[in-house]
């Protein structure tokens, strides 16, 4: 990641390991999508391919199949849960609670593209939220009060 090895660990950070896709789930939040399944979950390529001429244009598809699962789309979440300085597999798994918070390298994205046919919807602004850590106060699901974390 950037800052590593010139002695300030104030700015170093991690390529993102793996992501899970979620498709039209409005009201997500980080304590839901631990517990539900996402359509789709990628391990990214790990930051030494930036050294390959294979990889020299700068960019890498990760073609999402089935392609039936992301038609119609209107809503999109990438959740990146882990990045190459955490152990392998555990930001994936669904228990973090173990991890010590303390010795989390920020995760670093630099680029996210999406490909795909568009359609005839008229388009709105986005709604982008960047979090480094979720807090669960900003994150409240109607109805949860009466049906559990999940709500209704």
């Not at 090895?5 to 390991?17: C, E, F, L, Q, S």
């Not at 996402?38 to 294979?54: D, F, G, K, R, V």
């Not at 996210?112 to 602004?125: E, I, Q």
Request: aromatic letters at 10%.
């Amino acid at each position: 990641g950037r800052g590593a090895g010139n002695g300030n660990d104030d700015d170093v950070t991690a390529a993102p390991r793996t992501v899970r896709i979620y498709v039209n789930r409005p009201n997500l939040d980080f304590e839901t999508v631990r517990d539900l399944k996402p359509e789709a979950t990628l391990t990214l390529m790990p930051p030494s391919h930036q050294w390959s001429n294979e990889f020299a244009s700068g960019s890498i598809d990760y073609p999402l199949r089935p392609a039936g699962r992301f038609q119609n789309v209107s809503e999109i979440a990438l959740y990146f849960c882990d990045n190459y300085n955490m152990p392998d597999g555990y930001g994936a798994s669904n228990d973090m609670e173990d991890y010590d918070e303390g010795d989390v390298v920020p995760t670093e994205i630099s680029y996210v593209g999406f490909k795909g046919k568009g359609t005839n919807t008229k388009r709105k602004a986005v709604k982008a939220v960047y979090e480094t850590m979720g807090m669960k106060k900003d994150h409240q699901v109607p109805g949860a009060e009466y049906f559990g974390k999940e709500g209704i």
